[in-house]
C-alpha cells in the first residue's frame, strides 16, 4: 500500500487580470446569485491559458488547470518549468497560502514553506524570536523548538547574529535562517520555491544535503522547485514539469528533465538584426548577429553532430570612447554546467562592424543542449554589457541516435590519443 502524504485534486486556480481581487461587484452578485440557485460559478467557464507572452482574448487567466498527483511519504519530489509555468502558485495552493478556485488538497501532517526570502518572519523581532515564532505557527511546544535551536543556530551560520532585529539581515542570512528553521522544526512536508539560489555555494550544498538526510534518513517528504536542473536531477526521486498552468510531464527525473530541456522552445540557434536599433546590446555594445555554425557542412542550419567544427561567430559593433575592448563567453550546459570559458581583448573600430569567429573543434562536446553566456568589458575589465542565455543549441550523436553506441559519459568527449605498447 502506498503511504500518500498530500494528494492534489483538479487543483484550479483563476485570476482576473488587471484587478485587485477576483472582480468587480457585478460579478461577484453574479456569483453569488449562481451559488444561491445552486448552479456552478459562470466565470469557471471562461479564460484564457496562462501564456505570460501572448495577448489574450479574455479577462480571465487560468494560472493552473486541473491538476492532479500524488506525494508519498518519503518521496522528494521536484517541480520544474519556465517563469511563468505555474510552479509558484501551485506550492502557495500547497502550503495553504492561497485557496484553489476549484479542487481540494488532502495532506496528512505538519508542511513548512519556504517560499520567499523572509516569509513568516518579523522584521523587528531577532533571529532567535523568530525561530520560536516560527515554531509556534508549525504547532510545537517552546520546549520542543528550544531543543532543536543550537542545531537550527550552527547550520545557519548566524551565531553573530542571532540576536539582532532580522530587519538587518542580508537576504542570503534570511534565507540560512529560514531554511535551518523550516528544516529542523521537524515538518512532514517541507515545501521549498527556488530561494536557494539566494544562499551561497557552501550555503547550497549543506542545504541540499539537509534535504536529502530529511527524505532518506528521516522519512519526511520535500517538494522543491528550482531551475538548477542539476540540483533538481540530484536530489529529486521524481520530477513533474508544468507548462501555462498545466503538468506536461511526470516521473523519472533525467527523463523528465531531458525533455523539458530539449522542448523546442528552447532552440535559439542563430540572432540577426537588419538595424543597430534593433540589434541586441545598450549603449556601448550592440550584437548584430550571433550564430553557431555547422563549420564542417558550411550551411548554417544543419544538424550540430558530435563530429562536426562549430564556430560561434558575432558581429559587433562598438558603441564606447576606446578601441580596444575585451569580448569572452562562457559555454554551459543547459543544466547550468560551465564547460569552458574563453575570450580575449580586440581592437574594434569604434561605431564600426567587427565581426569574430571562435571555433570549437569537432570530436569535443558531448551530445547535450548548450549556452551561450556572452560577456564584454573594458580595457580595464569594467562591465559594458552581457548576455546569460544569448544563443541556446543541441549537439547531437548521429551514431548514437541510429542505435549503435551508448551516450559517452562526462559533459565533453574528445577524441584522444591511445598507444598499446606489446611486451
Known sequence: MKDIILKAENISKQYRLGQVGTGTLSHDLNRWW??????????????????????????YVWALKDINFEVERGEVLGIIGKNGAGKSTLLKILSKVTAPTTGSIKSRGRIASLLEVGTGFNGEMTGRENIFLNGAILGMTKKE??????????????????DTPVKRYSSGMTVRLAFAVAAFLEP???????????????????????????????????????????????LCTRVISMKNGNICGNGNPTKIISDYLQSSSFSERKISFDSIEKAKGNENVKILYAAI?????????????????????????????????SIGYDL?????????????????SIGKITELICQIPANFLNDDVYQVHVYFHTDGMSGLFQDMELLTFEIKDIKRESGYLRKVNGIIRPSLPWTINKS
Not at 449562481?34 to 469557471?44: A, I
Not at 541540499?208 to 533538481?232: P, W, Y
Not at 558550411?298 to 558581429?315: A, C, E
Open 188 to 234: 512532514e512536508v517541507l515545501v521549498i520555491d527556488e530561494v536557494l539560489a539566494v544562499g551561497d555555494a557552501e550555503f547550497q550544498k549543506k542545504a541540499i544535503g539537509k534535504m536529502q538526510d530529511i527524505s532518506r534518513g528521516e522519512g519526511r517528504t520535500v517538494l522543491f522547485v528550482s531551475h538548477n536542473m542539476a540540483a533538481v536531477e540530484t
Open 145 to 162: 523548538i528550544a531543543s532543536k535551536l543550537d542545531e537550527i543556530i550552527d547550520f545557519s551560520g548566524c551565531e553573530r547574529y542571532i
Open 332 to 348: 554551459r550546459t543547459i543544466k547550468g554546467d560551465v564547460v569552458f570559458g574563453s575570450g580575449n581583448k580586440f581592437d574594434c
Open 34 to 59: 449562481h451559488q444561491v440557485r445552486g448552479k456552478e460559478d459562470p466565470y469557471l467557464k471562461i479564460g484564457d491559458t496562462n501564456d505570460r507572452s501572448t495577448k489574450g482574448s479574455s479577462e
Open 293 to 325: 555554425e555547422n563549420a564542417s557542412t558550411g550551411f548554417i542550419d544543419d544538424v550540430i553532430d558530435v563530429t562536426s567544427v562549430i564556430d560561434f561567430r558575432m558581429k559587433i559593433v562598438n558603441r564606447t570612447k576606446q578601441e580596444r575592448i
